[in-house]
């Protein structure tokens, strides 16, 4: 989220910084702004792309040796052109550009407010940047110390690139939680999200870690941490090309984001939830707690893959709260004349936040009193702010048009909603509660294994390649997931797919059949696990072929299994976040050996804003 990039060094920076933000762009595209240091600090910043500022400055004098650039997924406050980066402090003194969230930031701006300070973004990076300009009034220290200090209040995650405008050769830079890579060029630094902007420039870098401050200067580049120790820097070589590295060395981001997902969703729950207080943190969700819990019904309203988070929402909410739960693809929704009634509670569930059928479905449901909460992906898009509350996903930029990451960061969502509307509501004993706040805090660390173990997904994409059909099948929570894995094959492969309830099956689709039909059992250990079992016998019986998803250490599924794709043991509220994994990599390697192009799979787009 968020791209950065920075030079300083003999030559003209604001070319440097425009290509390098470009590279950075699949981080974020919300607004885009430069600052650069020319007898003083310019800052030029706007909402959109980087293109469009570009367009939006020419004539203007960028002449200068020393800048920093952004180009930001927005977080705190809408995108916007105030709210676009850099920041300049109060005095106008520093500029600064951030990727991150500084979480206690409300509580570092009221004490600057009582301070008498005042802000004109939203954004908790230009409370960050006046902290330290603050401190460095008060202390009567030079801005590295400043930053130091400031640093060491802050929680949450960072990389701020500073420019002093009476100090207009150096660029101070420090991290926590981000990435930052430093270019070591002959009189010339470089700085990025990644190493993609300094590529042509240099091939020696040097990895900035947590808790790390640099003062870059054209012909000095000191480390330190935040104890002010110095720290000699790493100098590495690149051994990459520049398309490479664009997708983060993945060779598709299709593929990179499913392997995001252990931070994505770990971004997703941080500051939210804790485990150890037994608490979750949403505020919009509070806000409307009282009316959510007395809610007759709440209805999911989503397409695609989002439907399907809803699906499984539906059965995490019926059983914490026991409220009855609807799930509408939206497209059906508004056209319906659907009976709503006032207090009915609407989640629209959605990664882009701009399907034109979701958007609409909740704009109908709105006008007839309906409460809407939006679960959403891209913050400031349409649904987001049609909505009347919701919480954001935190997964990050998705450009991988098939949707994977997104998917999990939904279910992380919808059940800390779920926790929190039940445990109010005290429809879950305070155990229960407990442990599954516990258990899905240890969700990122159970994906990250997931991902460890699916080397053999790779020989299974080869094997089944050439199958004309498939049929994914699972029971209660995994249902739903079938149907995900379904949709992904379908998309990515154009490999026909239906996903069914397993019992269903024996209703009509068992006659597909025979020993040329692979059956994807989403099978994992839960209380319906016996009953999968059964119907894994029943296809076996008829020669179909047995792919399952288990959890590690079943034998009774691997038995009747031709293949599995192994998963670690979870609570079945939190299992489908796990049994995603292996059914979004075998679409994959599927899509790939059968030479598709999985990033951008024809007919479809990232964002369906038409009806
Ligand atoms: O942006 P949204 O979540 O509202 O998009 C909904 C669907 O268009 C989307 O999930 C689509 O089905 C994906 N291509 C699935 O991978």
């Excluded at 983060?248 to 997902?261: A, C, P, R, S, V």
């Excluded at 997703?268 to 150890?276: E, M, N, Q």
Aim: net charge negative.
């Amino acid at each position: 989220m968020c791209g950065i990039v920075g030079y300083t060094g003999p030559r003209e920076a604001y070319p440097i910084i425009i290509k390098g933000l470009k590279r950075l762009e699949y981080r974020g595209y919300d607004s885009t702004g430069v600052a650069l240091q020319n007898g003083g600090l310019k800052v030029y910043k706007k909402k959109g792309k980087v293109a469009e500022l570009e367009d939006s400055i020419v004539g203007k004098d960028l002449h200068s040796n020393v800048g920093i650039g952004h180009t930001r997924w927005a977080t705190h406050g809408e995108p916007s052109d105030r709210n676009a980066h850099p920041h300049q402090s109060s005095s106008g003194r520093l500029a600064m550009i951030h990727n991150g969230i500084i979480e206690n930031y409300n509580q570092l701006k009221k004490e600057l407010i009582n301070k008498g300070y005042t802000f004109s973004s939203d954004t908790d990076t230009e409370v960050l940047l006046n902290f330290i300009e603050e401190i460095k009034k008060n202390n009567n220290c030079s801005l590295e110390e400043a930053v130091r200090v400031a640093l060491k209040r802050v929680t949450g995650a960072y990389v701020i690139l500073l420019l002093d405008s009476e100090d207009p050769e150096t660029i101070i830079a420090a991290r926590k939680g981000s990435p930052l890579v430093i270019g070591v060029g002959k009189g010339e630094h470089f700085l990025g999200s990644d190493a993609s902007p300094m590529l042509e420039y240099t091939k020696e870098v040097v990895y900035v870690n947590d808790y790390e401050l640099a003062i870059v200067k054209p012909d000095e580049l000191i480390l330190k941490n935040l104890g002010n120790e110095k720290i000699t820097p790493y100098v590495q070589k690149l051994d990459i090309e520049l398309a490479a590295i664009e997708k983060g060395g993945y060779e598709h981001f299709m593929l990179k984001e499913i392997f995001e997902q252990p931070q994505t969703i770990y971004d997703c729950l941080r500051g939210r939830l804790d485990a150890t207080e037994g608490t979750i943190t949403m505020s919009g969700i509070q806000q409307y707690a009282e009316q959510i819990m007395n809610a007759n019904r709440i209805v999911m309203v989503a397409c695609g893959t989002s439907w399907h988070a809803g699906l499984i929402a539906e059965y995490i909410f019926e059983e914490l709260c026991r409220i009855n739960v609807e799930v509408e693809y939206a497209s059906e929704f508004r056209y319906r004349n659907p009976v709503i009634n006032k207090g009915d509670v609407i989640i629209a569930i959605s990664q882009s936040g701009e399907t034109a059928d979701t958007l609409v479905a909740i704009e109908n449901a709105k006008a007839k009193g309906a409460i809407i909460l939006g679960v959403v992906n891209v913050v400031g898009s349409s649904i987001a702010r049609m909505s009347h509350a919701g919480a954001y996903t935190h997964a990050g930029p998705e450009i991988g048009v098939a949707s994977t990451k997104a998917f999990t960061a939904q279910l992380a969502v919808l059940t800390m909603i779920a926790l929190k509307i039940g445990y109010i509501k005290g429809t879950i004993p305070h155990k229960r509660y407990m442990h599954l706040l516990k258990e899905l805090q240890e969700v990122p660390e159970k994906v990250a294994w997931t991902l460890k173990h699916s080397d053999n997904i790779r020989a299974l994409a080869e094997k089944y390649k050439d199958a004309r059909d498939f049929l994914y099948l699972g029971r209660g929570y995994n249902f739903p997931v079938a149907l995900e894995g379904a949709l992904k094959l379908k998309e990515i492969s154009y490999i026909h797919a239906e996903g069914y309830p397993a019992a269903e099956m024996k209703h009509g689709p068992i006659a597909l059949v025979d020993e040329n039909l692979p059956v994807v059992f989403v099978a994992t250990k839960d209380s319906y696990h016996e009953k999968v079992i059964s119907n894994m016998q029943e296809i076996k019986a008829r020669k179909g072929k047995v792919i399952s998803v288990i959890t590690e250490g079943d034998d009774a599924s691997t038995a009747l299994s031709e293949d599995v794709m192994i998963v670690p043991e979870a609570d079945e509220i939190l299992a489908p976040m796990l049994s995603a994994i292996p059914l979004q990599l075998l679409a994959y390697y599927i899509g790939v050996v059968k030479g598709c192009d999985v990033d951008k799979p024809r007919n479809l787009a990232k964002s369906v804003t038409v009806e």
